[in-house]
């Protein structure tokens, strides 16, 4: 097991440097710089350009500021900002992270909790008209964007019925609609995924064999089906998490909330190399922990995967 375990930090940690790399040339070759940000485009003082470009460090050759940026990110510093005053980058990360994680965490819950109940009241109703009503409402939240679900809800929550505030976080009813907004196409996935992988369980000859027996359906799904359809559900979970804590930048754009992306836009808008920097390996380092938790827990439930790996 240890073997499985390091074996796939260490595929973490490999993945990390990638995207730290990547990320790093890619934000110094866009076109732009912060220069231009800070001075304009058509700053006629070539002095005045090159002694911001050394205060920033940009003069430097490009493999000296990878080693330093490298250098500075093994050590858990992630830089100052250029547009920020100087702040520090983790600092900047630190005011606006949190609340894109409870956004994320809240969403993810719902979408858990809502497709899980959904996918099963499903395959209870198997071959039903209440069945087929669920893949057909799944169906349409899967294919409905967060920017058409969006309006529509606060058209309906908001507008019509005037239950929950449009826009921005002030009480505890500010976080249902976004909530709501992000767990919709992850809690249709989930009921989908459920159902169908149930249903597939239910065929297998021991469940066959105990439904001969006289165990009842709900008997058979709850102590069996399920439990062997767990791992298949971790595997979509892991892929869930992702996408939630990427669809948060959406969500937080159409409701006006102070989270991660308004650091990441006006990073980008404004060439901020350290924040754009720092909040990519942010958010890389979710998706590969998040994986890396589904990988470990596939070893603990699964010893075949471990023996296998």
Not at 14 to 28: E, H, Q, R, Y
């Amino acid at each position: 097991m240890w073997t499985y375990a390091i074996r796939r930090v260490l595929h973490g940690i490999v993945t990390l440097a990638f995207v730290g790399t990547t990320t790093f040339f890619i934000s110094l070759l866009a076109p732009g710089s912060p220069v231009d940000a800070m001075l304009g485009r058509h700053a006629v003082d070539p002095g005045a350009r090159e002694r911001v470009r050394q205060n920033l460090g940009l003069d430097q050759p490009i493999v000296t500021q990878f080693l330093s940026y490298a250098g500075k990110t093994l050590r858990g510093d992630l830089g100052t900002s250029f547009a920020y005053r100087d702040r520090q980058v983790a600092g900047i990360i630190g005011d606006h992270l949190p609340t894109t994680l409870i956004l994320a965490g809240l969403a993810l819950s719902v979408a858990f909790a809502t497709g899980t109940i959904l996918g099963l009241c499903a395959v209870f109703w198997h071959a039903t008209w209440r069945d087929h009503g669920v893949s057909a409402l799944t169906d349409l939240a899967v294919c409905t964007p967060q920017f058409v679900t969006g309006p529509v809800l606060v058209a309906i929550l908001s507008v019509k019925l005037g239950w929950l505030p449009v826009a921005g976080l002030e009480g505890p009813s500010a976080w249902i609609l976004p909530t709501l907004v992000l767990a919709v196409t992850p809690a249709a996935f989930i009921a989908r995924y459920t159902r169908n992988t149930v249903l597939d369980e239910l065929n297998a000859p021991y469940l066959r064999t105990a439904r001969a027996k006289g165990i009842t359906l709900a008997g058979i799904v709850v102590r069996h089906a399920l439990r062997n359809a767990t791992l298949p559900l971790l595997s979509v979970g892991a892929t869930t998490v992702g996408a939630v804590v990427a669809g948060t930048f959406v969500v937080e754009t159409m409701f006006a909330i102070p989270g991660i992306r308004h650091a990441a836009v006006q990073a980008t808008l404004q060439r901020d190399y350290h924040v754009i920097q720092g909040v990519t390996l942010c958010f890389a380092l979710v998706f590969v922990a998040t994986n890396l938790a589904a990988d470990l827990l596939y070893g603990v439930l699964d010893p075949r995967v471990r023996l296998d790996a």
